[in-house]
């Protein structure tokens, strides 16, 4: 609360009146107890951003006894990650017809979209080379999601495929 104080300035004999001096000073516990309440306020209040991961599911190493399930080689997708964003891919294994395409909607995307309407259980093997980038795996895995292709795998590049993207 404000107040006021009042000093000096009585009446004796002999001396000067003086004039009454006032001063006034502000009082400011109750605005800091203010300020201190509404940020415990903001701070209980507000929703804090939560991290956005992505969720990926590993396989279990196989033992020597399993045997890996065998996949039609007219079913494999191929996209190996090249340099400056490129993307290089091809149906199948052996006698491939490597195309190459980019990142964007029409690129990628579309071709994930096509393949999987063609190819039934489709299974798609992408393969990071030396020259790709971290984001260019993390963009090939968002294209994933979005393409709703269930089956695809991480595998290491070949020396089959770096002689095929180093021809282009």
């Known amino acids: 609360m404000a107040e006021i104080k009042e000093s000096?300035?009585?009446k004796d004999k002999?001396?000067?009146v003086r004039s009454k001096k006032s001063s006034t000073?502000?009082?400011m516990t109750p605005m800091v107890d203010l300020a201190f309440l509404l940020l415990t306020f903001f701070m209980l209040a507000t929703t804090f951003n939560k991290p956005q991961t992505m969720e990926l599911t590993m396989p279990e190493k196989p033992k020597k006894e399993d045997n890996q399930p065998l996949v039609n080689e007219k079913k494999v997708l191929n996209l190996v990650l090249g340099k400056e964003d490129k993307v290089y891919w091809?149906?199948?294994i052996t006698d491939p017809q490597i195309q190459v395409t980019n990142f964007s909607q029409e690129?990628?995307?579309?071709?994930l979209l096509e393949q999987?309407?063609?190819?039934k259980d489709m299974v798609v093997l992408i393969k990071p080379s030396d020259g790709s980038k971290?984001?260019?795996?993390?963009?090939i895995l968002d294209e994933m999601q979005i393409s709703n292709v269930a089956r695809f795998a991480l595998v290491d590049i070949t020396p089959e495929d770096?002689?095929?993207i180093s021809n282009l």
């Open 107 to 111: 690129g990628v995307r579309k071709i």
């Open 25 to 27: 000073s502000i009082d």
């Open 162 to 164: 770096v002689a095929l």
């Open 8 to 10: 000096g300035g009585g």
């Open 116 to 119: 999987n309407q063609q190819i």
């Open 134 to 139: 971290y984001k260019n795996l993390v963009d």
């Open 90 to 92: 091809y149906v199948g």
């Open 14 to 16: 002999g001396k000067k």
